[in-house]
């Protein structure tokens, strides 16, 4: 069964930083697109940055472009997420997704396909 563990969420100030972390097990990782998501109180969840599984091509949204780098390690099965230069609105509960390669498309201007695997989520939560 495939399983997908975020951690590294927790509550950090504006201006600060975190790096999220996704570990992926139970598939074969360099198959997979992967993406972070994620979703705040009362909004609808949204794609936050996803990466090719060669790590060729990454996708990240406007709002978090110069702050957030999403990479990957295909030899340790892990996903992660810089974070930097938090901001309030980026409080959200942030979600990994895998999805196979030739189900998912990833480049600079796009993210879109069939993610079927999902974590559990960590909470990132930033304070003004």
């Known amino acids: 069964q495939v399983l997908l563990v975020e951690s590294g969420g927790g509550l950090a100030q504006a201006g600060g930083s975190l790096r999220l972390s996704c570990t992926a097990s139970?598939?074969?990782?360099?198959?997979?697109?992967m993406g972070w998501f994620r979703q705040a109180p009362g909004k609808k969840r949204e794609v936050v940055s996803c990466?090719?599984?060669?790590?060729?091509?990454?996708y990240t949204t406007r709002s978090v472009q110069g702050r957030f780098t999403i990479s990957r390690d295909n030899a340790k099965n892990m996903l992660y997420l810089e974070m930097n230069n938090l901001k309030p609105e980026d409080t959200a509960m942030y979600y990994c997704?895998?999805?196979?390669?030739?189900?998912?498309?990833?480049?600079?201007?796009?993210?879109?396909?069939?993610?079927?695997?999902w974590g559990q989520g960590t909470q990132v939560t930033v304070s003004s």
């Open positions: 139970e598939l074969k990782f360099d198959d997979y697109d």
């Open positions: 990466i090719n599984w060669a790590a060729g091509h990454t």
């Open positions: 997704a895998a999805g196979r390669y030739n189900l998912v498309t990833v480049h600079s201007t796009t993210c879109q396909g069939d993610f079927a695997f």
